[in-house]
């Protein structure tokens, strides 16, 4: 018995059939494409996709899963299907069906409305401050201010605003979006919970436009004769329960520490976060500045405190400190020369004399420095050599870390749960626990949202599962340390 778990993300449509005991079974995925400036690719920060494509990789997904025995052979049915993915999207809907949409989906990552977001907060201050999380030019009140302007011809009927959304949508006709995604749009009232638009927007069509039905994880339906036909099921497939999990940066949280108070994980690739939950119920920002993201979870207020330079700022050091050439920093060959200058400067220990600030693009939290900053590296004597430099950066990315979680108030005790591309070297969490002096554990991510999707249905269904969290060793205490 398995569920059938998809993850919408920007680049992939990933499917997945787990069973009960967490483990995949069979995988594959498809393709999305990603548009930069839009129809003329001279719309500034403008970063979009096609809704139409996402509901084709869907198919294209689970017809590969088809293709290989693995599903819909011989009555081998999902007993039900999980959804996650991309949060705080913008995809207008102007049919009554998936893959009817006329408008680009505008992506979360999309900056086009810089103005329209001055224009918004001069004109009704009180929306900002019912807020979980500062808005930006990314955040969709913008965005539709955006759409209101230069699209004002088309019949937009509703809006979806995650992937998951989406997806659900379309395979039962029911508009839905659970809590967490909803806190990333800067549309939703946490303490109303209900969905709120500035006052300019009020007297604009979108006053008229549908928006999804707020949910907490669970079955919001099921499958459609329409769905099942699309996803190349026979009649027996309608009745299928669909599910939806949280949002991505939700569901890999859930899937990595699951959801007990206090928990924490961190993320190092070529940027880094922290992400914690807090069981405190959220509190609208009501003029207090912040760059941590809150965002509502069944647990209280999962907190994610955010840093530019980590695996960016290594890649620097590979290039000028270890002579590695441009373009070849993330070869075999150049992880292996990094991995050996490591280990030669942690057997020296002079690195440990080192400071460094590894902000070579600036950063966004304070408690790190500002867009302003830039990197230092100080404390070298004629000893130094160039791998002592390299663990100096590492140490550098590790101190902000720490930062970051005194700033979200984790436990400096708990092993932390570490994930990301940085999490292979050997070295790089060496470092991270003695200057955090605290165990670490790497855990690999690939699947953590996926697995919690998995975890959701069979909670939804009443099904007995030995599902737990990827980082639950550490919460055990079982890290790397080598005291």
Wanted: aromatic fraction near 4%; hydrophobic fraction near 45%; proline fraction near 6%.
């Amino acid at each position: 018995m398995h569920v059938l778990c998809l993850d919408l993300g920007t680049s992939t449509l990933k499917a997945a059939l787990i069973d009960t005991a967490g483990r995949t079974r069979a995988a594959a995925q498809a393709a999305i494409d990603t548009r930069h400036g839009g129809p003329d690719t001279q719309l500034a920060g403008a970063i979009e996709q096609s809704s139409s494509q996402w509901w084709r990789a869907v198919a294209e997904a689970v017809g590969t899963l088809r293709a290989d025995g693995q599903l819909g052979a011989d009555g081998q049915l999902p007993a039900a299907i999980a959804l996650t993915g991309q949060m705080q999207d913008l995809v207008p809907l102007t049919g009554s069906s998936a893959g009817q949409q006329e408008l680009p989906v505008i992506l979360y990552s999309d900056t086009r409305a810089a103005a329209e977001l001055d224009e918004l907060r001069a004109a009704d201050p009180g929306w900002e401050a019912r807020l979980l999380t500062a808005p930006g030019p990314d955040c969709l009140p913008a965005k539709i201010a955006w759409l209101t302007r230069h699209q004002h011809d088309t019949q937009v009927e509703a809006l979806a605003v995650s992937a998951a959304g989406f997806l659900g949508f379309g395979l039962t006709g029911r508009l839905t979006c659970d809590r967490l995604s909803a806190s990333t749009t800067s549309l939703y009232d946490a303490t109303a919970d209900a969905w709120m638009l500035p006052s300019p927007l009020t007297s604009t069509p979108a006053a008229a436009w549908r928006l999804p039905e707020l949910v907490d994880p669970g079955i919001i339906g099921t499958l459609t004769p329409a769905a099942a036909g699309h996803l190349g099921f026979g009649a027996e497939a309608a009745g299928i329960p669909v599910v939806t999990g949280l949002g991505d940066a939700g569901a890999a949280s859930d899937g990595i520490i699951g959801s007990t108070p206090g928990a924490a994980y961190a993320y190092l690739g070529t940027s880094g976060w922290v992400a914690h939950i807090d069981p405190r119920t959220p509190s609208p920002l009501a003029g207090a500045a912040s760059e941590v993201h809150r965002l509502v979870h069944p647990a209280g207020t999962l907190e994610i405190a955010a840093m530019v330079n980590a695996g960016s700022t290594l890649t620097w050091g590979r290039r000028v400190l270890l002579g590695m050439t441009a373009g070849d920093e993330h070869t075999p060959a150049a992880h292996a020369a990094a991995e050996a200058a490591l280990t030669e400067a942690l057997a020296a220990g002079r690195w440990q004399d080192l400071t460094c600030d590894p902000a070579l693009a600036g950063e966004r939290t304070r408690a790190l420095g500002s867009a302003a900053s830039t990197g230092s590296l100080t404390g070298i004597r004629p000893a130094t050599t160039a791998a002592d430099l390299y663990a100096g950066l590492v140490a550098g990315v590790a101190a902000n870390l720490g930062r970051l979680c005194d700033a979200l108030g984790t436990d400096p005790s708990a092993a932390l749960p570490v994930t990301g591309g940085l999490t292979a070297s050997a070295g790089i969490c060496r470092i991270l626990e003695i200057v955090l002096d605290r165990p670490i554990v790497p855990v690999a991510e690939a699947d953590a949202g996926l697995r919690s999707c998995a975890r959701t249905a069979w909670e939804a269904l009443g099904v007995e599962h030995t599902i737990t969290p990827l980082g639950a060793t550490a919460r055990l205490g079982e890290g790397m340390r080598q005291d």
